[in-house]
């Protein structure tokens, strides 16, 4: 069974710039999450999507970010204008969004830095 | 706030058992995950707990109590590729499915 797939793998960009990053969850998963981890800290949730429509986004910088899941499949994240702070790695994950062990599957990730 | 708390860093030799714990506050719990991240690896699923007790996968062990509001995961036999982070995650009912993450344990194993 393929994992779930991220790209780009790595980004670098500077300060003001817009950056999108992609993700493909696993066939089948209805729920998809993008998670920001900046170094030495855990995953932390920006956006979660329940097929093609948003669940929670209360953590989504929304004057500079935004995302979404056409189709209910592939999504997209966009950063503009990027900030220095948004230097971190972009986690996708996606689960099955049913059931009481709804498990969590990562994707590789995008790092992003900032300059 | 939902804070998840676990040590930043633990260090061990191979073969030897190494436990790593994890509080979290009580209130809305749904559940309780452990995942492994090896450096510039994305995390990968250990474990689940959502009722006390003791699960059990091969080398690797999850416990949960709920009304204490703790978990540890257990690794024995550690061998050199388990060093990595350890990262615990908790499913609280105000956050539907999404989880709130510690910020990771790293475990260095040495020969």
């Known amino acids: 069974e393929a994992g779930v797939a991220q790209s780009p793998r790595y980004k670098i960009i500077e300060k003001r710039q817009s950056v999108a990053f992609w993700c493909n969850p696993i066939s089948g998963h209805a729920t998809l999450y993008w998670y920001q981890q900046i170094l030495g800290q855990g995953p932390k949730l920006l956006i979660q999507f329940q097929n093609n429509g948003v669940v929670d986004d209360s953590q989504l910088p929304k004057d500079r970010f935004s995302a979404e899941r056409l189709k209910g499949v592939d999504s997209t994240l966009k950063i503009q204008p990027a900030k220095l702070e948004d230097s971190a790695v972009y986690l996708c994950a996606s689960s099955l969004g049913q059931g009481e062990a709804d498990t969590q599957y990562f994707g590789p990730g995008t790092r992003l830095t900032v300059l | 706030g939902q804070n998840i708390d676990q040590p930043t860093e633990m260090t061990a030799t191979e073969g030897a058992i190494v436990q790593i714990n994890c509080t979290y506050q009580?209130?809305?719990?749904?559940?309780l995950f452990w995942y492994q991240q090896h450096a510039g690896e994305a995390p990968t699923f250990l474990s689940y707990?959502?009722?006390?007790g003791l699960e059990e996968k091969g080398r690797f062990s999850s416990f949960l109590s709920r009304s204490k509001g703790y978990s540890y995961l257990l690794l024995k036999e550690l061998q050199m590729k388990d060093s990595a982070s350890y990262l615990c995650?908790?499913?609280?009912?105000?956050?539907?499915?999404?989880?709130?993450f510690g910020k990771g344990t790293t475990l260095s194993v040495s020969s």
């Open positions: 995650a908790v499913r609280f009912n105000q956050a539907g499915t999404a989880l709130i």
């Open positions: 009580t209130s809305g719990f749904n559940g």
């Open positions: 707990n959502v009722l006390d």
